[in-house]
Structures are given as structure tokens and as C-alpha cells.
């Protein structure tokens, strides 16, 4: 089976082009071929399929976890779906409709002197904010917003200890926000001292979060810029993550801690968001990369 290795801005997947190879077992496959160290490696496993009968659009795209969980999208991964249909011959379309589990995605794209892509701007769809269709476990009608989480976790009693949060100016008040995945955001002084890999496990499976959860530490530093980082659900620690900008953009509008356009730094790289509120779509613009391609034992 040819794979496709590809990347947004550091979240990187291993691509099968369904329209040329079949993948019986997704859920089997996914933590094996994504492997760091006997597989090819990455943060799980995308698959370019034709869409659904009877869904108007040009091309699916399947997305699963290192865990071998399927979740129902991926912002990065969603652009390098559009340049792996476009640069490989699937589909030229330009804007392109992508199938999802959010339902069909609309990108446009810009290409280079050889005709391949390099940036992509997605319309994320607009955002979910009541706390059962997120979900969140809390019992209001009302958006999650600014909600204070402090007494939902004896934080002193578990393996990340109390300490980081006066250390990296973290405050646990929580937003909650789905991009057709569940995310929350907090916001912290320096999301460097944050102590992503016990914190980050503890709140994607947490109670209040029923499907689990992406994790985000955000730090403002205008009104137009921030930096996150991200604890993916079924993933662990990723250098970016699209749905979750999305997110932040959403959250720092209801929190008033941004603005409604922002430029998000993230490990892998840098990503443009937008969100003018009012029943409106977030927008994403960022980078799509191909590295390498090779042959998976059958």
C-alpha cells in the first residue's frame, strides 16, 4: 500500500490516497503505521476516500487518532487532504468541498510556480457552543464561557502536583467550544510552564468531558496575536492543531481576550483565524506540506 507522509505546520498524518488503495481495518491500521518507532510515525492516520452517495461534495476525508479513535476532524489535516487531492490528480477543483464528520468543508486554495498548493484557507463552519452538543458535563443552556473549573479537580492530589498553576499564571477558567470536536481553552502567563503531558491527560478524560476532550493553554499578546499549545485528544502532544485555533479564536472573542482576527503561534508554526461572530463561520488559513511518500507492507 503506497502512503503519503504530510503536515500542517507540524501535525503530521500518514495519508492513503482511497481512491487508487484500500484500507480494510482504519481503526487497526492507525496506531501501528503511525508508530514513531516501528511504524512510520505521526499523529494518526487520513484517508482521501470519494464522498458519500448522495453528498455534495468532491472528495471525503477520514481521519483517526494514533489510538485508533476516529474523530471528526482535523483542521490541518483537513488542508493537506485538499493538497493531496489536488496535487496527486484527484480533484482540481478550486474552491474544493470536503467531506467530513462536520459535515462538507469548503477550501480555497493558492499554488505555487509548479502548480502545487502551498497555502489553504478553510471554512471551518461555525462554531457549536451549547454544552450538550460540545459536550460538557454542565447543566446550563447558556455557552461555557469563563467557567470556573478550580473545584471539579483536586489538583494537589494528582500526578502534576498544584504547583504549576501559580508558576506559569494559569487561570482555571475554562471555554468550552466544538469545531465538530470538543475543545477547551485556558488561558495562562506563560504556556511554557505549563506541564502539558500529566495536565493535559487529566482533562481530556475528565468527567465534565464526555466524549473527551482537546486540550489548550493559550497566551495573549495583543489583542491580534497569541500563542497555544495543544493536548490532542487520542494523541498526546501536538505541534498544532487547527480545529483547536479555531477554537481559541472563538474563545478569546466570547472572553474578550482577543480579538475577532488573530494570528496564532503555534510549536509547528503559525496560523491566521477569524471569527466575526454573530452566527458566522471561523476561517483558517494556514500551510499544507508533503514530505515524502512510501510503500506500507500489504
Not at 501536538?238 to 479564536?249: D, E, M, R
Request: charged fraction near 20%; charge should be negative; hydrophobic fraction near 35%.
Amino acid at each position: 500500500m503506497q502512503f503519503i507522509k504530510m503536515h500542517g505546520i507540524g501535525n503530521d498524518y500518514v495519508y492513503v490516497n482511497g481512491f487508487e488503495e484500500s484500507v480494510t481495518d482504519p481503526v487497526s491500521l492507525a496506531p501501528v503505521i503511525a508508530d514513531r518507532h516501528t511504524g512510520v510515525g505521526g499523529d494518526g492516520l487520513i484517508l482521501l476516500l470519494p464522498a458519500e452517495e448522495g453528498v455534495d461534495a468532491d472528495v471525503r476525508m477520514r481521519m483517526f487518532n494514533a489510538d485508533g479513535s476516529e474523530s471528526e476532524m482535523c483542521g490541518n489535516g483537513i488542508r493537506c487532504v485538499c493538497k493531496l487531492a489536488h496535487d496527486h490528480g484527484v480533484c482540481t477543483n478550486n474552491p474544493m468541498k470536503i467531506q467530513t464528520g462536520n459535515g462538507v468543508l469548503t477550501l480555497q486554495y493558492t499554488t505555487d510556480d509548479n502548480n502545487k498548493i502551498e497555502q489553504v484557507r478553510v471554512n471551518m463552519g461555525k462554531p457549536i457552543l451549547t454544552p450538550a452538543k460540545v459536550p460538557v458535563a454542565i447543566k446550563q443552556d447558556a455557552p461555557v464561557v469563563d467557567y470556573d473549573m478550580a473545584g471539579h479537580l483536586d489538583w494537589a492530589n494528582t500526578p502534576a502536583g498544584d504547583a504549576w498553576i501559580e508558576h506559569s499564571g494559569t487561570q482555571l477558567r475554562m471555554t468550552c467550544v466544538s469545531m465538530g470536536n470538543p475543545h477547551v481553552t485556558l488561558y495562562s502567563r506563560d504556556v511554557a510552564k505549563v506541564p502539558l503531558e500529566t495536565v493535559g491527560p487529566l482533562l481530556e478524560r475528565h468527567p465534565l468531558f464526555p466524549a473527551r476532550i482537546n486540550v489548550h493553554f493559550v497566551q495573549v499578546h495583543s489583542d491580534s496575536e497569541v500563542t497555544m499549545r495543544t493536548w490532542e485528544r487520542g494523541s498526546g502532544i501536538t505541534l498544532a492543531c487547527g480545529t483547536g485555533a479555531s477554537a481559541v479564536c472563538v474563545s478569546g472573542v466570547l472572553t474578550q481576550k482577543s480579538g475577532p482576527e488573530i494570528l496564532a503561534h503555534l510549536p509547528g508554526g503559525d496560523l491566521f483565524l477569524q471569527w466575526d461572530a454573530n452566527d458566522e463561520p471561523v476561517y483558517m488559513t494556514g500551510p499544507a506540506t508533503e514530505v515524502f511518500t512510501g510503500n506500507w507492507p500489504g
